[in-house]
C-alpha cells in the first residue's frame, strides 16, 4: 500500500498530500527533473525518427520484406525507452513542433521532420497517439501496415481505430489535430457553430478522459488543453452554461461548466494566456478522482474479480491528486493540476493553510454549481451569487467571490426573469462590459399573452428594449 492509503483520517490524508506537493513543486523549481527533460528530448527524438521512417519505409518495400525487421526493432526500442522513464508515451504533433508528454523534442528544422510527421498523421485526421502498453514485433508490424492502407474519406480516423482494435493493438489511443493559439497573434473570427461544435468535443473528451483513468490509464492533458485553447479562443463558452452539448454526460456537463466559470473567473482576476490554459485544464481535471475505485478486489481462486466503488465527496480530491500524480516528471503545470483537485473541496479559512489559487477558485465555481444545478435546493443564479457572497471570507475566497460576480453580472446565464410586459425570459450571456452587466442577452421562453414563442426562440436585448425586470423567478425543488 502507499504512504497515503496508511494513513488513518481523511485530514491527515490532506495535509501529506499538500505536503508531498510541495515537495514535489520544490524539486521542479531547483530543476532536479532538468535531467529528465533531457533524457526525454534525446529519446523522444530517436522515437519520431524510427516512428517516421517506418511510415515512410512502407511506400517502398513490401512489410514482410527482411528490409523491415530491423527499422520495427529500432522502433521498438525507443518506444520501450521512452515508457522506462515516462510510463505510457503521449505523442503530440503541433504545427510542426513534436512534443512527448510535456517535453518538448527538438528536431533539426532543417529536415522538417516534425512536420513531415504531422503531415503523415494528418493523412488519418490525427495530432498525436498514446502509447500505454509496448507492442511486440508483429503488434508494430499490424501497426504500420493500418497505417500505411488509404484513409477512410469520410470517418479516416475512427477507421484507423477500427484497425488497430482489430489487429489487437488497443493499448494504442489515437487523439485529434491540435492547434495551440501562439500569445499575440490575431484569432480569427469563430461562428457560433464553431463554438457549439468547441463544447461538444470538450464534453466529449472530458467523458473520454475519465474512462480511459477508470481503466487505470494515465492523464494526457494536451486534448484538454487543446479544448480549453478553443473554448478561450470564442466568446460562446458562457453557453455552456446554458446549453447542454450533444451526447454529453451528467458529468461532463458539470466539468465543462465548473471550467467556464474558471475561465470566467480567471479572466477577470487579469491572469495570463498560459495560465488562463493550465486553469482551464486543472477545471477539466478537478474531479477524476471519483475515477478512482476503492475496495476493489482482483479475481483470485474460487474468488470474482469486485470493481469497487468511487469515493465519497470527502475522499475525492485527495484521490484525484494521486491520480495525476502517476504521470511521471515534476513539472509546474502538473502540479497545479495535482493542487488544484486536492484543494477545490478545502475551505478558504481552513486552519491548515489557505488552498492554491486554482483550487480556490474552483471551489467558488463548485459552490455555485451546486446551488444552481446540483441541488437539491435549487436556487435562482443572482440568489446563489449572494449566498457565496454571505460565505466570503469563511468558506470562499472573498476576492474570487467577487470576480465571478463582476464575470456574470446581475443576472447570470440560466436566470429566468419576468419582464413587465408580461413575458418570461433566460438569461442566455454573460456580460460583455460595464453596460450589459445589469441588462442581458436573454431568450424568450413566453411571450406577453402566455403563448410558447415560434422557433428559434427569440432573443432579446435588454440594453435595447424598453421593456423592465420585474423579477427573478425561482427553480422548483424537490418532487
Known amino acids: 500500500?502507499?504512504?497515503?492509503?496508511?494513513?488513518g483520517t481523511e485530514g491527515e490524508a490532506l495535509d501529506a498530500s499538500a505536503a508531498q506537493l510541495g515537495k514535489a513543486l520544490e524539486r521542479a523549481r531547483l530543476g532536479e527533473d532538468k535531467d529528465l527533460a533531457v533524457r526525454v528530448r534525446e529519446a523522444g527524438e530517436r522515437f519520431v525518427r524510427h516512428l517516421f521512417g517506418a511510415l515512410r519505409m512502407v511506400r517502398l518495400h513490401d512489410l514482410e520484406n527482411a528490409a523491415f525487421d530491423r527499422p520495427l526493432a529500432e522502433l521498438q526500442a525507443s518506444v520501450g525507452e521512452l515508457q522506462a522513464l515516462l510510463g505510457p508515451v503521449h505523442l503530440v504533433v503541433v504545427e510542426g513542433q513534436v512534443y512527448i508528454n510535456d517535453v518538448r523534442v527538438r528536431l533539426d528544422e532543417r529536415q522538417d521532420l516534425g512536420g513531415a510527421l504531422g503531415r503523415e498523421l494528418a493523412r488519418h485526421d490525427l495530432g498525436g497517439?498514446?502509447?500505454?502498453?509496448?507492442?511486440?514485433?508483429?503488434?508494430?508490424?499490424?501497426?504500420?501496415?493500418?497505417?500505411?492502407?488509404?484513409?477512410d474519406p469520410d470517418r479516416p480516423r475512427p477507421a484507423l481505430k477500427d484497425r488497430l482494435r482489430a489487429a489487437g493493438l488497443d493499448s494504442i489511443d489515437l487523439v485529434g489535430t491540435f492547434r495551440f493559439r501562439v500569445s499575440g497573434e490575431e484569432v480569427v473570427e469563430r461562428t457560433a457553430a464553431d463554438e457549439v461544435r468547441s463544447r461538444d468535443r470538450a464534453a466529449t473528451l472530458v467523458?473520454?478522459?475519465?474512462?480511459?483513468?477508470?481503466?487505470?490509464?494515465?492523464?494526457?492533458?494536451l486534448p484538454l488543453r487543446r479544448a480549453v485553447t478553443e473554448l478561450l479562443e470564442g466568446d460562446g463558452a458562457a453557453d455552456a452554461l446554458t446549453e447542454a452539448p450533444a451526447h454529453s454526460t451528467p458529468y461532463s456537463r458539470h466539468v465543462l461548466r465548473v471550467s467556464v466559470l474558471a475561465m470566467l473567473i480567471g479572466k477577470e482576476l487579469q491572469l495570463g494566456d498560459e495560465a488562463l490554459q493550465?486553469?482551464?485544464?486543472?477545471?477539466?481535471f478537478h474531479d477524476v478522482g471519483y475515477a478512482a475505485r476503492e475496495g476493489a478486489v482482483a479475481a483470485g481462486p474460487?474468488?470474482?474479480?469486485?470493481?469497487?466503488y468511487a469515493p465519497p465527496f470527502e475522499r475525492h480530491g485527495s484521490a484525484g491528486a494521486r491520480i495525476l500524480l502517476r504521470q511521471r516528471g515534476f513539472h509546474e503545470s502538473k502540479i497545479l493540476r495535482a493542487l488544484a483537485a486536492l484543494h477545490h473541496t478545502r475551505r478558504f479559512d481552513d486552519p491548515g493553510g489557505r488552498p492554491s489559487l486554482f483550487g480556490r477558485i474552483l471551489a467558488v465555481c463548485e459552490g455555485y454549481e451546486a446551488l444552481t444545478a446540483l441541488g437539491p435546493q435549487l436556487r435562482s443564479p443572482p440568489r446563489a451569487l449572494a449566498a457565496l457572497q454571505a460565505e466570503a471570507g469563511g468558506r470562499y475566497d472573498p476576492v474570487v467571490v467577487q470576480a465571478l460576480i463582476n464575470a456574470l453580472g446581475r443576472y447570470p446565464p440560466s436566470t429566468l426573469l419576468r419582464l413587465d410586459d408580461g413575458r418570461l425570459v433566460e438569461v442566455v450571456r454573460a456580460p460583455s462590459d460595464l453596460a450589459t452587466w445589469g441588462a442581458p442577452v436573454c431568450r424568450v421562453l413566453r411571450e406577453a399573452d402566455g403563448r410558447?414563442?415560434?422557433a428559434p426562440a427569440p432573443?432579446?436585448?435588454?440594453?435595447?428594449?424598453?421593456?423592465?425586470?420585474?423579477?427573478?423567478?425561482?427553480?422548483?425543488?424537490g418532487p
Not at 467523458?207 to 492533458?221: F, Q, S
Open 1 to 7: 500500500m502507499g504512504e497515503l492509503d496508511n494513513i
Open 452 to 454: 410558447a414563442p415560434a
Open 129 to 151: 497517439m498514446s502509447w500505454h502498453d509496448l507492442p511486440e514485433l508483429a503488434g508494430l508490424r499490424a501497426f504500420i501496415a493500418a497505417f500505411a492502407a488509404d484513409p
Open 302 to 308: 474460487n474468488r470474482q474479480a469486485e470493481a469497487g
Open 278 to 284: 493550465d486553469l482551464g485544464v486543472s477545471a477539466m
Open 207 to 221: 467523458d473520454a478522459t475519465v474512462g480511459a483513468l477508470g481503466g487505470e490509464r494515465m492523464p494526457n492533458p
Open 459 to 477: 432573443l432579446v436585448d435588454l440594453a435595447l428594449d424598453p421593456a423592465q425586470v420585474i423579477g427573478v423567478v425561482e427553480p422548483r425543488s
